[in-house]
């Protein structure tokens, strides 16, 4: 019986997919991207092994992870001179960090709220979180607004995390034609989202 769960859990651990961050989508340098993209292929498993130790909690994990990533894309320029090992090194530090962070503030909300009673009014989330949250929101709601054949792309790369070569198979095309398809449904989604800003 214990040989049993020993080997579901590590065939429900094979299977454990994160999603890629939203984040990532609003990079609009190409290269950047693709460099973040990668980053996040190769370590983001590690980060929320590492956040999730600290926080002690899936979803703040997650919140962790999604910070980490907005640090880490305003320093790509000093990430892209890292050889690969330093630049591990780097990302766990800067999660850790930030998941140390987040657990400490939770921590005084925690105390805070006992303190003022149950009739106190609640303040989970602080500001930045409930925009944060307002904002992946809409970004969903672009995304199923997209054309089709973009929207299929954008749910496939973005939310089941196939590659675009992957995707090229399913729809028996090349790759570029993937590419080209993903970087028109991020244009669409960027002009989405600024109309819905007032922006357009």
């Known amino acids: 019986m214990y040989k049993y769960s020993r080997m579901h859990h590590k065939r429900k651990a094979a299977h454990f997919v994160l999603p890629i961050p939203f984040i990532l989508l609003a990079i609009e340098n190409e290269s950047d991207r ?44 000093i990430l892209r001179d890292m050889p690969c090992n330093k630049l591990k090194a780097y990302t766990v530090i800067t999660v850790k960090h930030l998941a140390i962070d987040r ?33 992946v929101d809409r970004i969903k709601q672009a995304i ?23 995707i090229a198979r399913r729809w028996q095309v090349r790759p570029v034609t993937v590419r080209v398809t993903l970087s028109r449904a991020r244009q669409h989604l960027k002009t989405l989202l600024q109309e819905g800003r007032g922006e357009a």
């Open 34 to 77: 693709a460099f973040m993209e990668k980053l996040y292929a190769d370590f983001g498993k590690l980060m929320y092994h590492q956040a999730r130790l600290i926080c002690r909690s899936d979803a703040d994990a997650q919140d962790t992870v999604s910070d980490a990533i907005l640090a880490l894309i305003k320093k790509i320029s």
């Open 103 to 135: 657990y400490r503030r939770l921590q005084k909300e925690d105390v805070s709220r006992e303190e003022e009673g149950p009739d106190a009014v609640s303040e989970t989330l602080p500001e930045d979180r409930l925009m944060e949250a307002a904002g």
């Open 144 to 166: 199923l607004s997209l054309p089709e054949r973009e929207k299929d792309a954008m749910m496939m790369r973005y939310f089941l995390q196939h590659s675009e070569e992957e």
